[in-house]
């Protein structure tokens, strides 16, 4: 595998360079650029570059439209970016290109060393399907990033194991900016987002189907009907037979036999 880094920093680099336990990851080639024209003709010289770690706020042409530039020169490397700012700008612009994650400086190396190994194993599946990444990232315009984290958890619901890492998984990003740009943004947290989004399916599940406690659970998302009773009666104030009778009053009978969670 082989890696360019670049960052305007000096000692960025080298402490990249220095410190990053290389062949653990699996990275044998690592080369590096201190801004856009370095790492354009850098990549000119190696179009097989695997992986591209780049500053986003370079001198004379910044990191995103680095990025864009190599992709429309039909290179598919896996990219990850650097910042050291959390800006909302930036975060639509790393999902739009589909970087595999962004990441705040100062650098943490063990998160940047875990970064790594999920660009190499990305990379890998680049080389064993190129047809799946032959071409650029489509443009998605000015798509809102809590837009696309909501679409997710929506088609994600029924999933007991959607969370937080499944959805950075799905848009590239790091899993902590997630929590804390949804937080930011909606002012409700992530968990409690996904909490709302499953009990309100539950609420339609158990006014409009004959489906028992234990599938309407299921199909919820939830880890078991003892957790999605619990969580039902803490946010609503009734268990889900009191909602369901309270909803479905001519089913009333047909109902008050069934056993409670």
């Keep these: 595998m082989k890696i360019l880094v670049i960052d305007d920093e000096y000692y960025v680099v080298e402490e990249v360079l220095k410190s990053t336990p290389w062949e653990s990851i699996g990275i044998e080639t690592r080369l590096a650029a201190y801004n856009a024209r370095q790492a354009k003709s850098i990549v000119e010289s190696n179009p097989d570059i695997d992986i591209i770690l780049t500053d986003i706020e370079l001198p004379q042409q910044n990191g995103i439209e680095l990025v864009e530039w190599v992709y429309e020169h039909g290179l598919t490397p896996v990219v990850v970016m650097l910042t050291g700012h959390e800006r909302f ?22 998160q940047l060393t875990d970064t790594l190994k999920k660009a190499v194993k990305e990379r890998k599946r680049h080389l064993l399907y190129p047809e799946l990444y032959a071409s650029a990232p489509e443009e998605k315009g000015d798509e809102d990033p809590i837009e696309l984290i909501i679409e997710v958890i929506r088609q994600n619901l029924y999933s007991p194991d959607l969370n937080r890492q499944l959805i950075a998984d799905v848009v590239h990003m790091n899993p902590d900016y997630i929590s804390n740009l949804f937080h930011k943004k909606t002012g409700v947290s992530l968990s409690n987002f996904i909490l709302n989004e499953r009990l309100k399916a539950s609420n339609v599940m158990l006014a409009t189907t ?26 609503f104030g009734i268990t889900p037979q009191q909602y369901r009778r309270e909803n479905r009053p001519d089913d009333q009978a047909r109902y008050s036999s069934e056993p409670s969670e």
């Design 89 to 110: 700008d930036y975060a639509k612009s790393a999902i739009r290109l589909r970087v595999l994650d962004y990441l705040t400086k100062p650098l943490d190396i063990v």
């Design 210 to 235: 004959n489906l028992t406690l234990q599938q309407i659970s299921a199909k919820a998302g939830f880890s078991s009907p003892t957790y999605f009773h619990r969580q039902f009666k803490r946010r």
